[in-house]
């Protein structure tokens, strides 16, 4: 051993080594993720989520009178997974920064979708037409905190209505980005209520059709 780093990396060894017992045994594979050190597919599964864990009411988002499609998407934006420009620079790829409702701030999913004066306007008549079921999102609040705040503090018979009404306006909000960026049209506060509204009749007619065909 000539050198720093090989000294170095003997000792690295050396203490690596320590740790290791020989027996006269014959080898075996214990699967350590088990009390009996066997395989089971469950095991290799839970093995993924170890260190993680979810701090909001994902059951809420689940349990919404919402499609699919629109709880996928609740689901994505409260992890702040939505695909809005801080996202997708930080996956390098080019785009514009600058939310495209205020043109002034940047856009995240919280500003986007909470805090910028065009969703705030939507947010404002969202409440109107709610009776104050749903309130405007505090100024500041991240995207998590605010769905943890609106959904913990409604009662257990309003929670679901609740939770469809934040998911079906949010989507909204979002659609009208696109529309922007990728159209190149835009609607009014207004507008985007009316689509709120029309996506949720439908959805309670489809609901409406479903329990009739289960009870026919």
């Not at 214990?30 to 993924?48: E, L, P, V």
């Not at 629109?70 to 600058?98: E, M, P, Y």
């Not at 943890?148 to 659609?175: G, P, Q």
Request: charged content about 20%; aromatic content about 12%; glycine content about 4%.
């Amino acid at each position: 051993m000539s050198t720093a780093t090989e000294i170095a990396e003997f000792i690295q060894l050396w203490d690596c080594v320590q740790e290791v017992q020989f027996s006269d045994s014959s080898d075996t594979i214990i699967w350590k993720w088990t009390a009996n050190g066997m395989y089971s597919s469950k095991s290799a599964y839970d093995n993924q989520f170890v260190g993680s864990y979810c701090t909001f009411n994902a059951n809420a988002i689940w349990k919404a009178k919402a499609e699919g499609k629109h709880r996928l998407f609740a689901w994505l934006l409260v992890q702040d997974k939505i695909q809005t420009a801080d996202n997708l620079t930080r996956k390098g790829i080019a785009c514009n920064s600058i939310c495209c409702f205020c043109d002034q701030e940047q856009e995240s999913a919280a500003h986007l979708c909470l805090h910028c004066v065009f969703a705030q306007q939507v947010w404002n008549l969202v409440q109107n037409w709610t009776d104050g079921l749903i309130s405007l999102p505090p100024s500041g609040i991240g995207i998590e905190e605010w769905w943890n705040l609106m959904i913990n503090s409604t009662t257990s018979e309003n929670r679901n209505k609740v939770a469809a009404i934040l998911i079906y306006t949010a989507w909204n909000i979002w659609n009208e980005r696109n529309r922007r960026i990728f159209q190149g049209s835009s609607q009014q506060p207004t507008a985007v209520l009316g689509f709120i509204k029309e996506e949720m009749e439908v959805r309670r007619q489809a609901f409406d059709m479903e329990q009739c065909s289960l009870f026919s």
